[in-house]
């Protein structure tokens, strides 16, 4: 299965409405980003990265935060021994 990542691409609602042929193109490389009114407004990717979104563990948001291949990093910070104080406000 193709690993989520690769180019994300943008283009206007207009663009989309006419060139549907390219933006499923682009969809195959990374996620298409379409703008309605200079905001983006919808995104399209693949069928297989949508079941890979879609079946993975974690919110989307989570999901969509991972760089590609963050899930074969270990990470273990070290236990902070410094007392917590309280916050000066002047």
Request: proline share 4%; hydrophobic share 35%.
């Amino acid at each position: 299965m193709k690993k989520w990542g690769g180019k994300t691409s943008q283009m206007t609602s207009r663009e989309f409405n006419q060139q549907t042929a390219r933006a499923k193109r682009a969809a195959m490389e990374g996620a298409v980003v379409i703008t309605h009114r200079g905001r983006p407004s919808h995104v399209l990717v693949s069928y297989e990265v949508y079941c890979e979104l879609t079946e993975a563990s974690g919110s989307l948001v989570e999901i969509l935060g991972r760089p590609h291949g963050i899930a074969d990093v270990s990470f273990s910070p070290p236990r902070s021994r410094e007392r917590a104080t309280a916050a000066t406000l002047d």
